[in-house]
C-alpha cells in the first residue's frame, strides 16, 4: 500500500488534472494544439494533461470504454448548448465527411451508427444469405458479433462455422482458408479479438475472400483509433465500428462502412427519413421510390448532432497527434507490458499471441495458482481499472492501454500483480 501511495502521489504531481472542465473557449485542435517539440514519455506525459481521467486509479480498460479527452467532451457541451439555445438540431452531413475522410473512405460509403452492434446487424441481416450458406466466424467473438449471426442463423437456417484462432497471422490464414468450401458465402470475424486481443491478418483475409467471391464482415470494434486505418487499403467489404473505444469519442457513436461496389447487395430493413429517393402516398397503390444511393440509407431518421461532434473531435485529436504515431504508442505500450507479463512465467500463462504482428494494444493473461476474479479484485483494489474474460471459457484478466497510459503505470501494474500472484 505504501508503494501505492508513493505511485499515485508522483502521478498527481507529474500530472495536471482540472477539477473542473470549462466550456466557455470555442473548441478546435489541430497540430499546433500538440506540443510536437517533446519527445518520448516527456511527449506522452505532456498528452496526459489533456484528459480528465481521474488520478488517483489508473485506468487500463481501454478496451471497453475510452475515456475522452477534454477537447471531445467540450464539443458535445458547446454543441449541446448551441443546438438547446438556437433551436436549430442541424445537419450531420459536414460531420459525415469528416469521419469517411478519418478511416480513407468515401463520404457515400459511410453510414453513421450508434455502435458497433448496430453496425454488424445491419451486415448481418442484410447480406443476401439462404439456408445452408455458410459463415465462418472464431470461437473469440463479443456478444455485439455473436448474436446477429447466431439468430440470422436461428431464423434463416443459415450454417455458422466457428473456429478457434491460432497464434500467428499466417496461420490464421491458412487456416481459414482451409474452412472455405463452396458454400461459403461470408467471413465474419473480428480486426482484433475482445478476448486476447489478438489482430487477424484481415487485408490478406479479404484479398483472399474477394478472389472466391465471398463477404467479409468485419467487426472493427477494436480497430479504428490503434491503427493508422485505411479501410480502402484494409480491402474488405463491410467495417463496423463505434468511436466511444480507441478513437475516444461519445458513447452512442459509430460506424458502418460499405464498400460501394457490394451497396445494392446489402438489403436495408430498418428505413425512414433520408433513406429514400421519395415516396407518396397518395398514389394507389402508395409509392416508394426506392433507396438513396449511398450507405446512408441505413442511417435512417434524425441524429445527434452534438454527439457527432464529438465523434468528430476525437477523430481531430487523433490526427493532431497523428495516427501513425499513436498506432506506434499504442504498440510500444504492449509490447513494454507483454515482456513484463512474460517475466512471470511461473505465476502466469500469457493467453495473447507472442507474435508482436498479431498484438496491439490488449494483452490477456491467466493466473496459474490463484482463481482469476480473486485475482483481478485484489488487483484492482490497488487502484487498477482492468478487466475480466469469462467469454470464451478463457477465466482471465484483459488489460488494454492506449495513449494516455504512461510505462511507469504499467511498471506500478507488473509490479503489483506479482506480489499479487506470488
Known sequence: MTSRRLFLQKLSAGIAIPSLVSFNSPTQITSKSINHFLHGE?????????????????????????PSPTVVLEALQNSFVETN???????????????????????????????????????AWGLPLQTGDEVIITLHEHVGNALPWLNRAKMHGIVLKPFEPKATQAENLDFIKSL????????????????TGLVLPIKEISA?????????????AHGAGVFDLNLKELGCDLYASSYHKWVLGPNGTGFLYVREEILEQVQAYHVGAYSDLGWDMYQNPPEFKGY???????????????????????????????????????????????????????????????????????????????????????????????????ESRLDAIRISTHIYNSKGEIDFFLEVTKKVLS
Not at 499471441?353 to 483481478?376: C, G, H, V, W
Open 42 to 66: 516527456e511527449f506522452w506525459g505532456d498528452l496526459r494533461k489533456k484528459f480528465p481521467l481521474q488520478s488517483n486509479r489508473v485506468y487500463l480498460n481501454n478496451g471497453t470504454f475510452g
Open 85 to 123: 439555445t438556437s433551436g436549430e438540431y442541424g445537419h450531420i452531413e459536414s460531420e459525415r465527411e469528416k469521419l469517411a475522410a478519418f478511416v480513407g473512405i468515401k463520404t457515400s460509403e459511410i453510414s453513421l451508427t450508434h455502435n458497433t452492434t448496430e453496425g454488424i446487424n445491419i451486415m
Open 180 to 195: 472455405v468450401t463452396p458454400k461459403t458465402k461470408v467471413i465474419a470475424i473480428p480486426h482484433i479479438t475482445c478476448t
Open 208 to 220: 483472399f475472400a474477394r478472389r472466391k467471391g465471398i463477404f467479409t464482415a468485419i467487426d472493427g
Open 292 to 390: 438513396v444511393p449511398t450507405a446512408h440509407r441505413f442511417d435512417y431518421g434524425s441524429q445527434s448532432l452534438p454527439m457527432m461532434r464529438g465523434a468528430v473531435a476525437a477523430a481531430d485529436f487523433h490526427e493532431a497527434i497523428g495516427k501513425g504515431k499513436i498506432e506506434n504508442r499504442v504498440r510500444e505500450l504492449n509490447q513494454h507490458l507483454f515482456e513484463g507479463l512474460a517475466e512471470m512465467n511461473s505465476q502466469l500463462d500469457v493467453l495473447s499471441s507472442s507474435e508482436p504482428e498479431s498484438r496491439i494494444s490488449m494483452i490477456t493473461f491467466k493466473p496459474r495458482n490463484m482463481d482469476y476474479q480473486l485475482a483481478a479484485g485484489m488487483i484492482s483494489q490497488q487502484g487498477f481499472r482492468i478487466r475480466q474474460v469469462p
